[in-house]
C-alpha cells in the first residue's frame, strides 16, 4: 500500500477474503467469520483505505483477498489481490502505479491480468460506494 498514491481517494471492496487470525482490532463489532463472509456476499465488504492500512499493520494474515478501488462512477481502478498468502497481483489504470511497485519489491513480474468487473456487476453501487 505504502508503493501506491492516491488509494484514499477510491471507494474499496472487500471481496473473497479469507484470514488466519483476529480481526476485532480493525472491525471491533465483527468476528473474522463474519468479515469474511461479509466479503463474499454479492457487494463485498465496503472499507476504507484507512481500513486497510490498519488491516496491513495488524498483524493478521490475509490468506485471500480481492481489495478493489472504484471510482465515484463505480469503475475499477486499482485491484490488489492477494493470491494463497503467497504473492499479489496488482491491476492499475495507471502505469505510475506499476513503476512504483516495481521499485518497492524486488521479485517483480509482469503477467497478464485483467481487468476487475465494475461495482455494477459485482453487487451495484447503490449504497454509494
Not at 39 to 67: H, K, N, Y
Not at 72 to 97: E, Y
Request: glycine fraction near 12%; avoid cysteine; charged fraction near 25%.
Amino acid at each position: 500500500m505504502r508503493s501506491i498514491d492516491g488509494g484514499e481517494a477510491l471507494h474499496w471492496r472487500l471481496f473473497e477474503a479469507e484470514f488466519n487470525g483476529d480481526v476485532r482490532a480493525v472491525w471491533p463489532k465483527s468476528g473474522t467469520l463474519a468479515v469474511e463472509q461479509q466479503s463474499r456476499e454479492p457487494g463485498g465488504l465496503r472499507l476504507s483505505w484507512e481500513i486497510m492500512a490498519a488491516l496491513a499493520g495488524s498483524g493478521v494474515q490475509i490468506i485471500d483477498g480481492d481489495f478493489v478501488g472504484f471510482d465515484d462512477a463505480g469503475v475499477p481502478q486499482l485491484q490488489l489481490l492477494m493470491v494463497d498468502s503467497g504473492h499479489w497481483k496488482v491491476w492499475s489504470v495507471r502505469p505510475a502505479d506499476y513503476a512504483s511497485v516495481r521499485k518497492a519489491f524486488a521479485r517483480v513480474e509482469t503477467v497478464p491480468h485483467t481487468q476487475p468487473e465494475p461495482a455494477i456487476r459485482r453487487g451495484g453501487w447503490a449504497d454509494g460506494g
